[in-house]
């Protein structure tokens, strides 16, 4: 069965960075668009980043353009989330997410994602 396990989460000073990973197995990789979502206390859980399945594509929330960079490798079957000049609103859980092979690509929309990790938390300081 997909498992996704995501790591690398934490408790980080505003300012700070985090590197968030997310570990894939039981699927064909290659063949999944990966995304990130986090959710606040009290708040929807909203669309953070996203990747197309070679890497070539990628699309990000407003809120963290410029600060937050996905990536991915195909030979690891992991994808990842480096997070800079992280912010106290940044606090959240943070969750992995994939689609089904040869999935239309639909960066923002949650109903997209089949599969979903169990979720990291990231906490900021101010």
């Known amino acids: 069965q997909v498992q996704l396990v995501e790591s690398g989460g934490g408790l980080v000073q505003a300012g700070g960075s985090l590197r968030l990973s997310c570990a894939a197995s039981g699927l064909t990789f290659s063949l999944y668009h990966m995304a990130w979502f986090r959710q606040a206390p009290g708040k929807e859980r909203e669309f953070v980043a996203a990747?197309?399945?070679?890497?070539?594509?990628?699309h990000y929330a407003d809120s963290v353009k410029g600060r937050f960079t996905i990536s991915r490798d195909n030979a690891k079957n992991t994808v990842y989330l480096q997070m800079n000049s992280l912010k106290p609103e940044d606090t959240a859980v943070y969750y992995c997410?994939?689609?089904?092979?040869?999935?239309?690509?639909?960066?923002?929309?949650?109903?997209?994602?089949?599969?979903w990790g169990q979720g990291t938390q990231v906490t900021v300081s101010s």
């Open positions: 997410s994939g689609d089904g092979p040869f999935a239309r690509w639909q960066p923002e929309g949650q109903y997209a994602y089949d599969y």
């Open positions: 990747i197309t399945q070679s890497g070539g594509g990628t």
